[in-house]
């Protein structure tokens, strides 16, 4: 044992008599650099499957979701799914007590992405009804990915419709108006459109209805920023709530 010690501390005291402070400084600053190279490689990977859309960039959250389903599978549940305003909401299942939902939101999706998992987010479920939530994306693309047109929001939300009337035609689908947004005022107007055009499509049709959050977002005309977390794109507690208060009552009517 005393050898193990003095062979330790020798080894030790040899390392330490190597390497003086600027050896640590630039030893560091190389970890440091392959560390920022490694997620910029990463982020840039991620950035041209977004572009090129590949849904497979959501795949751990897919993942995660097959494996709760082995757990325990949900049947015949409200599915909340879309974006990451829906994947963030921690609180869905409280807040819409006692109705029985289940959350199906994930990463930062879009429609088609949406499309691509549907036996993953939607048809394992047997759903009541499904609220969706998704479009901001869409419109306001990524960095170095150019968001798409209103008309192509509707259209894929159409796609999105046509398969789950595969199911049944009788499964109501409720689409949440795309929220105003903190921090992509550029791409409002066009979000507004694509709100007008999906709100006219499920008019007058059976089992689609078009939920208006908009409204109650703003105060005196102007976005109310106070429901938003510091990224200006996600909502905080008081937010979550605000869409509790709307879209609560609307399924209570229809499922109580």
């Not at 479920?125 to 419109?139: L, Q």
Request: with cysteine.
């Amino acid at each position: 044992m005393q050898y193990l010690i003095l062979f330790s501390n020798n080894t030790y005291n040899g390392i330490h008599s190597t390497f003086d402070m600027n050896d640590w400084i630039t030893y560091a600053g190389i970890t440091i650099f392959a560390a920022v190279f490694y997620i910029f490689v990463n982020i840039l990977g991620k950035l041209k499957r977004l572009k090129n859309y590949d849904a497979t960039v959501w795949g751990g959250d897919i993942d995660k979701f097959v494996s709760e389903d082995l757990k325990k599978l949900a049947n015949e549940v409200i599915v909340f799914t879309g974006s990451s305003s829906i994947k963030y909401w921690e609180t869905l299942e409280n807040d819409m007590a006692p109705l029985s939902v289940i959350n199906r939101g994930f990463g930062c999706s879009r429609i088609p992405d949406v499309l691509y998992y549907f036996e993953d987010v939607v048809l394992p479920y047997n759903p009541r009804a499904i609220v969706f939530y998704a479009g901001e994306n869409d419109i306001s693309g990524f960095p170095m990915v150019k968001g798409e047109s209103a008309e192509t929001v509707l259209n894929n939300f159409i796609k999105f419709c046509e398969l789950t009337a595969q199911i049944s035609e009788d499964i109501p689908i409720y689409f949440v108006s795309i929220k105003p947004p903190k921090r992509r005022k550029k791409q409002w107007s066009e979000m507004q459109r694509a709100n007008k055009l999906i709100q006219e499509y499920c008019e007058g049709k059976n089992q689609l209805y078009y939920i208006d959050i908009t409204d109650v977002m703003m105060e005196d005309g102007k976005i109310n920023y106070s429901l938003f977390k510091w990224d200006g794109i996600h909502l905080n507690a008081e937010g979550y709530k605000l869409w509790t208060s709307v879209i609560k009552p609307i399924l209570i009517e229809k499922f109580r």
